[in-house]
């Protein structure tokens, strides 16, 4: 079974400071997408890389995915309390179905 | 245009009874996957369906089915619940089934089962 491992599992942080979450996997990607859920509604795609060492920027939202297509990583700059939420990666092995990650729970304090 | 609607919102069971659970996707799309959310283990797939056809399914027991209707519905079944099965399953759809891996998925806002 695939797994697909985020850290931090939570991060607590005060309005105006940066963050970085971790999606880490022994295997490929062959695409990753990183969503985000919100309570009481279901997860939003925020962004898909395709490409090793590609990166994307959302806004105050950085997303790089690794040379080996096996990391990913989503930089927030600046955060604030609307970026609280539950961040979850999902990666493509083959195009048939995605995996989702362990997630990371934001909570982003005024 | 409309978004994912999932029914019911909200739903309490005992063990041994059976649910189902219903998914209308957006217009146009005809591709549905269906996944369970718990804290424990995350958002796991469950299966999808494309043009009336299961094509994909996950790590589940056979007492997890599901089905998919011409104008694109779906429903889930959990047949015997045991406790383990309180989750939130959510629905999402997309435009097409080789979408699911570098498309974007639109979820509904899922049903929350409660096994008692």
């Known amino acids: 079974t695939q797994l697909l491992e985020q850290s931090p599992q939570f991060l607590s942080i005060q309005e105006g400071e940066n963050l970085t979450v971790y999606c880490n996997s022994s295997?490929?990607?062959?695409?990753l997408q990183w969503y985000r859920q919100e309570p009481g509604e279901g997860p939003v795609l925020l962004v898909t890389?395709?490409?090793?060492?590609e990166v994307k920027k959302l806004k105050r939202l950085t997303f790089q995915f690794g040379d080996a297509r096996k990391d990913s990583s989503l930089h927030i700059t600046a955060a604030q309390p609307g970026d609280t939420g539950l961040y979850l990666c999902a990666g493509s092995y083959n195009t048939d179905k995605l995996i989702f990650g362990t997630g990371t729970r934001l909570q982003v304090f005024p | 245009k409309a978004g994912v609607t999932q029914t019911p919102r909200y739903l309490i069971k005992t063990r041994g009874q059976q649910v189902t659970l219903s998914c209308s996707p957006i217009?146009?799309?005809?591709?549905v996957s269906w996944y369970q959310q718990t804290p424990g283990q995350g958002l796991q797939f469950l299966f999808e369906?494309?043009?009336?056809?299961?094509?994909n399914k996950g790590n589940f027991p056979g007492r997890f089915s599901g089905r998919q209707f011409s104008n694109s519905r779906s429903e889930m079944n959990v047949s015997t619940l045991e406790l383990g099965d309180s989750a939130l399953y959510l629905c999402a759809s997309s435009l097409l089934f080789r979408d699911i891996s570098t498309g974007e998925l639109f979820f509904g806002e899922g049903s929350r089962l409660t096994v008692l």
């Open positions: 217009s146009g799309h005809r591709s």
């Open positions: 295997s490929v990607f062959s695409s």
């Open positions: 369906y494309f043009s009336e056809t299961q094509r």
């Open positions: 890389v395709v490409t090793g060492g």
